[in-house]
């Protein structure tokens, strides 16, 4: 099976912009996760969704919001982007009703 | 919410050697870690986990400990090469299989594990 792929893999983007990403799951997967990972603050839980649903939230503001599609695709959007959003975001898909997390190479946002 | 702790934050070996690397855990209800290593410009790559039901799992040269009582468990890494130089990361959640309720991973900071040839 193919593992679970992000898109882009590197965003140059300015403050005040917003900027969407995208999560493709390994292919019978329905779980979709999002993580930030950042030197200072390690790998930091956003959200995840299940059959089109948000399941569950961590502690970022709502700037951060994410979607699921029919097909299990995840994107997730950052409005009004801050410096402090420069990080690695890194999805995660499992089957849903197990625990296993298989990550994606991570998409690279920098913000100037 | 949880809150893993992971130590040492480096660690360096000799070849051949073992490594051992230690995480904490707060929330007693958590039943799942998973052990992830992340090396330089790559994503996480889960290399063992351990359910709380069990209290030791061996996969080769890696094997995880469990102790629910004191709310810990331990990568135990040995012989190691060259090529388990990577970040560690351990992780805890709290999973209830069932498709109506989700989880959420907490990772602790990560130990750079550096294997000297």
């Known amino acids: 099976k193919a593992g679970v792929t992000q898109t882009p893999r590197y965003l140059i983007k300015t403050r005040g912009q917003q900027v969407t990403l995208s999560c493709s799951p390994i292919s019978g997967h329905r779980s979709v996760s999002w993580y930030q990972q950042t030197p200072g603050q390690g790998l930091q839980f956003l959200f995840e969704y299940f059959s089109e649903t948000q399941r569950n939230k961590g502690n970022f503001p709502g700037r951060f919001s994410g979607r699921q599609f029919s097909n299990s695709r995840s994107e997730m959007n950052v409005s009004t982007l801050e410096l402090g959003d420069s990080a690695l975001y890194l999805c995660?898909?499992?089957?849903?009703?197990?625990?296993?997390?298989?990550f994606g190479p991570g998409t690279r946002l920098t913000v100037l | 919410g949880e809150n893993v702790e992971q130590h040492p934050s480096t660690l360096s070996v000799q070849e051949g050697d073992s490594a051992v690397i230690k995480c904490t855990y707060s929330?007693?209800?958590?039943?799942?870690f998973p052990w992830y290593k992340q090396e330089l410009g790559k994503r996480p790559q889960l290399i063992i986990d351990?359910?709380?039901?069990?209290g030791e799992k061996k996969d080769q040269r890696i094997a995880v400990t469990l102790n629910k009582t004191a709310k810990h468990f331990s990568l135990h890494i040995t012989e190691t090469q060259p090529e388990d130089s990577a970040v560690y990361f351990c992780a805890a959640s709290i999973v209830l299989w069932r498709e109506t309720s989700g989880s959420r991973l907490t990772f602790g900071e990560g130990t750079q594990l550096t294997v000297n040839p």
């Open positions: 351990i359910r709380s039901n069990v």
């Open positions: 995660a898909s499992s089957r849903g009703d197990t625990d296993t997390q298989y």
């Open positions: 929330d007693s209800a958590s039943n799942y």
